[in-house]
């Protein structure tokens, strides 16, 4: 228990860490409101993202405001050891590296990794948390549809999807040592950003335009007996692609490394969400199959494996994920891939 008297306070709360508590705070303020500034102002996401995505994020900045003094204080005080340190937080890198620009300074070898992966992940959450908090709202919304009875394919379809953006939208809000999902590592290659932003709008919907899609999770197959059993199997797959994002809990992040996951579906195949993914769409165009829906398919299923390709090679740099991978021998298919 903290007893708060001046002298108390004088002795534990260190200048240093002090300072470092208050630069991360006015950093993130000042960082996270371009952030908010860009998606209110900007016409592509003035136009995409609907006006309870847009006060969400301003919701999640207010409680950055209010709730991040207290974790800062908590901080000082829990780690009043002068060997331990305080990091830097991410939005304090970037501006400490563009002042470092400006000012043409040297920067060193560790603290250009801390800064790479800082702006990285600053991109990553700019692109990324406005689409899944956007997709949760317009999932959720779906759910209330009167055309959507209660636990019918279509409902469990839905809710599969709004649990899966919920669960990326609240890992990208939030990052700590005490949730353990501190990124260590952020996609360095062009490839692996490709791969990864072209099966997100706009960039999906640009790609759409020339490669067809087919893909549709409400179709008809052929009668009614087939369709009831091929919607079980849908189920099946939906169940084994939000397990993934449940079992990846507030590390899940497209693009990053916030730590090893090896529990179920992850326990069974490296990329469980790729694989579920992918049989799903391929199922559902069996009853409009023809070759230009094939080749489309193909073309996003090649992307999908560059992704699994990309994400293997980036992660494979953690000693923990070459332990999981001995572990884990396969990819996508229990004793096939």
Same mark, same amino acid.
């Given at each position: 228990?903290?007893? &708060?008297?001046?002298?108390?306070?004088?002795?534990?709360?260190?200048?240093?860490?002090?300072?470092?508590?208050?630069?991360?705070?006015?950093? !993130?303020?000042?960082?996270?409101?371009?952030?908010?500034?860009?998606?209110?102002?900007?016409?592509?996401?003035?136009?995409?993202?609907?006006? $309870?995505?847009?006060? +969400?994020?301003?919701?999640? #900045?207010?409680? &950055?405001?209010?709730? /991040? @003094?207290?974790?800062?204080?908590?901080?000082?005080?829990?780690?009043?050891? =002068?060997?331990?340190? *305080?990091?830097?937080?991410?939005?304090?890198?970037?501006?400490?590296?563009?002042?470092?620009?400006?000012?043409? $300074?040297?920067?060193?070898?560790? $603290?250009?990794?801390?800064?790479? +992966?800082?702006?990285? %992940?600053?991109?990553?959450?700019? %692109?990324?948390?406005?689409?899944?908090?956007?997709?949760?709202?317009?999932?959720?919304?779906?759910?209330?549809?009167?055309?959507? =009875? &209660?636990f019918s394919y279509s409902f469990l379809l839905t809710l599969f999807f709004t649990i899966d953006t919920i669960i990326f939208a609240v890992a990208y809000s939030l990052e700590s040592s005490y949730l353990k999902n501190t990124v260590r590592s952020v996609e360095p290659t062009l490839l692996g950003w490709t791969a990864s932003l072209i099966c997100y709008p706009p960039f999906n919907t640009i790609v759409g335009k020339y490669i067809p899609w087919g893909a549709n999770d409400h179709v008809f197959f052929w009668n009614? +007996? *087939?369709?009831? =059993?091929?919607?079980?199997?849908?189920?099946?797959?939906?169940?084994?692609?939000?397990?993934? /994002?449940?079992?990846?809990?507030?590390?899940?992040?497209?693009?990053?490394?916030? !730590?090893?996951? /090896?529990?179920? @579906?992850?326990?069974?195949?490296?990329?469980?969400?790729?694989?579920?993914?992918?049989?799903?769409?391929?199922?559902?165009?069996?009853?409009?199959?023809?070759?230009?829906?094939? *080749?489309?398919?193909?073309?996003?299923?090649?992307?999908? #494996?560059?992704?699994?390709?990309?994400?293997?090679?980036?992660? /494979?740099?953690?000693?923990?994920?070459?332990?999981?991978?001995?572990?884990?021998?396969?990819?996508?298919?229990?004793?096939?891939?």
């Open positions: 228990m903290i007893t &708060f008297n001046k002298n108390i306070i004088n002795k534990t709360i260190n200048k240093e860490k002090l300072q470092i508590c208050l630069k991360n705070y006015l950093a !993130g303020a000042l960082v996270y409101a371009l952030g908010i500034a860009l998606c209110r102002y900007l016409p592509y996401y003035k136009k995409l993202l609907r006006p $309870e995505a847009q006060m +969400t994020l301003l919701i999640f #900045y207010l409680c &950055f405001l209010l709730l /991040s @003094p207290i974790y800062g204080l908590y901080n000082l005080f829990y780690s009043n050891s =002068s060997e331990i340190k *305080l990091p830097k937080s991410k939005p304090f890198l970037f501006i400490q590296a563009i002042k470092k620009l400006l000012n043409e $300074e040297k920067i060193d070898f560790e $603290e250009k990794t801390e800064i790479k +992966t800082a702006v990285l %992940f600053l991109l990553v959450k700019i %692109f990324f948390l406005p689409l899944m908090i956007n997709f949760a709202f317009s999932n959720f919304q779906q759910l209330g549809s009167p055309s959507i =009875s &209660f009614q +007996t *087939l369709t009831m =059993s091929f919607h079980f199997l849908l189920v099946i797959l939906l169940l084994i692609y939000v397990s993934s /994002s449940i079992a990846l809990g507030t590390k899940a992040s497209n693009l990053t490394n916030r !730590g090893i996951v /090896s529990k179920f @579906p992850y326990s069974i195949v490296r990329h469980p969400a790729h694989i579920s993914k992918c049989t799903l769409w391929w199922i559902t165009i069996l009853p409009v199959l023809n070759w230009k829906f094939f *080749l489309g398919m193909s073309f996003w299923t090649f992307v999908y #494996y560059l992704r699994a390709y990309t994400e293997e090679k980036h992660l /494979s740099q953690d000693p923990d994920y070459i332990v999981y991978k001995e572990k884990v021998k396969w990819k996508f298919i229990p004793g096939l891939i």
